[in-house]
């Protein structure tokens, strides 16, 4: 038995230490079973079949649980890397988070940071902040563009805080098409048409230098071309 339980903590050891987990986990489970450990030695006794009276070894339960033990190992390991691993797996919602006017002044140095934002005319604008430390989440902007040949309303989500998993996040990386624009890689796609029988277009916007933009663009013609050559 010693051996067994010996074996499994190398075991333990081995897959532990490419997860970056202990044993601590084992012993623990192990203290709380030995006397049941008993019960499996791998020398067993032998019995007797009802059939002809052939006495044999019995070596299954042994087996059963060694096999057993190893998937406690594993689990072990898993529930270990999974709790040190939620600190990066958090995410937060529109519950956790409230909304404020943004200000003349920090209009001014978003403005000042996202070139395309200064060729809209703003007509809303509001900062998402998280209730546990008033951080700054997210920062909303809706605006208009004209032309001579189409008429655009965007709204521009810039992305402070990756945690926020807001509703239609999981959409935006999901869309089709891909390409370059000066410092931005860019994906877009058209979803449809809204109620307005408008044209409804997304797009994500990522840099190394700047915070992941989310920009929703609806307008009259199912043309993307003038937001992604002249805007950005």
């Known amino acids: 038995m010693k051996n067994f339980k010996k074996e499994m903590k190398a075991k333990l050891n081995d897959e532990a230490h490419l997860a970056g987990a202990n044993s601590e986990e084992f012993d623990r489970w192990y203290a709380a079973n030995e006397d049941k450990l008993g019960e499996f030695s791998p020398v067993s006794a032998r019995d007797t ?64 940071q996202y070139d395309f934002i200064d060729k809209m005319s703003i007509t809303d604008s509001i900062k998402l902040l998280y209730r546990e430390d008033d951080s700054l989440v997210f920062i909303i902007m809706q605006g208009e563009i004209a032309t001579q040949s189409d008429y655009y309303f965007i709204t521009v989500q810039i992305e402070y805080n990756e945690h926020y998993d807001f509703v239609d996040k999981p959409i935006y990386y999901r869309l089709d098409n891909n390409l370059v624009v000066d410092d931005y890689s860019v994906s877009y796609e058209q979803m449809g048409l809204d109620d307005s029988r408008l044209y409804v277009y997304l797009l994500r916007l990522e ?24 805007v950005l």
């Not at 529930?79 to 988070?97: A, I, K, P, R």
């Open 207 to 230: 840099s190394e230098n700047l915070n992941t933009v989310y920009m929703e663009v609806h307008c009259f013609e199912d043309d993307i071309s003038y937001i992604l050559n002249e």
């Open 49 to 112: 079949d009802a059939r002809g009276g052939v006495r044999v070894k019995r070596f299954l339960p042994a087996v059963a649980f060694i096999g057993l033990a190893f998937v406690m190992v594993m689990v072990l390991v898993v529930l270990f890397v999974t709790n040190n691993g939620q600190e990066d797996d958090f995410t937060f919602s529109n519950d956790m988070v409230y909304n404020s006017k943004l200000s003349e002044s920090e209009l001014t140095i978003v403005e000042e």
